[in-house]
């Protein structure tokens, strides 16, 4: 894979701060030279497609080179000039890890369920087993570039992210899929430093590269094995559904970042109570100052649903919200089940009354999608 940038006509001499990400396949040379060309080729850019598809809602896409895909997005808060950026996307930061692990989870379950539904003897479609996923999160400047018609960042933090993909975490753990955040990149998200593994890097003409790992494998099978909490239709109390003209990925942080939160739900003040691993999921709570309501996560899996039980006092819900991809935008459905012992001629209409009149939540979510529509205009000016 090569990582020369070769310079073409500068099309933002600006320069910009932002995450660089490599998602790289790893496997991928054994796989192709003891397979079949046609499937193998036709299983990767399967792969391919659906690592793009996932990021690109978020970042842009770079360059697919060979095994992995190249994708950049600058930091809102670290661009002045993109208010609006701001304002809709809130923290890039806080999704990074968010969306690393929804993608890798993601391929985890597609690459099983090939194996399951595997009806070719083919040995490309018997070794598609083999591959797996790796990550190289970077932060850093740089400005973006016209090369070969194609727009793309260039500085010298891509040159580190690239250089990075020959590392030593393999040769060190065992690890064969993990995600590599750089110093300067774990400065910028909410990770706790001490749960990764640290390693140096050390690269002619660029120095030292400290580095932050984390184990893809063994958080996956975590995944696996946790309790799923999950508020079903039939289970439900009250059912809530809306469609948002945005990716489930974005749609995402409008109802975990508390202020983004507070933006849209009329009279609420949402703050952060405990984050218990350094950032949001399993076990993280949320608070409404004005309200005092209390909001744990029961099951956080991103960018596909999360359970979290919310109350005051003797009342109390559990709610699902699920994030389903619609065209190209989101159809957001919250299931929720009222606590308790009253008979569900009771809790059915109580609970209806009390999310609809109590809470507004029709009209908080019509304030929301009048908040996304003004965004995207303001994006298009």
Known sequence: MSTDNVPGPIMNPRTQRGFLILAD??????????TEL?????????????????????????EVEGDAVFVYSKDPQNNTNSTTDSNSRGRLADIVPDMIESLYYSFRDKRKSVNRAMTCECKA??????LDLKFIVHYGEYILNNVGGKTKPLGSCVNVAHRLLKNHVTETTGWKAY????????????????????????FDHIGTVETFSMDLDSMYRKFVDERVVYVTADEADFIVQRDFPVAPSLLWEWFNDPKMKTRWNDGSNWDILARPTGRLGRGATNHCVNSKVIERILDYRPFDYYTSSLGRGPVDFTLTCKFQ???EGCRLTWYIKMNGFLPAGIKKPLTKLLFEKGMGVHKNLDRLLNIIEAEQLMEEV
């Not at 396949?25 to 003891?34: K, L």
């Open 179 to 202: 995600a590599l955040f750089t110093k300067e990149c774990l400065d910028h998200i909410k990770l706790n430093s001490t749960q990764l593994h640290s390693e140096t890097e050390t």
């Open 38 to 62: 046609e499937h193998s080729q036709e299983i990767l850019r399967r792969m391919l497609n659906s690592i793009i598809s996932t990021l690109t809602p978020v970042f842009t896409l770079a």
């Open 25 to 34: 396949i790893t496997g991928y040379t054994p796989f192709v030279a003891e």
């Open 125 to 130: 479609c018997k070794m598609a087993t083999t």
């Open 325 to 327: 991809s619609v065209g």
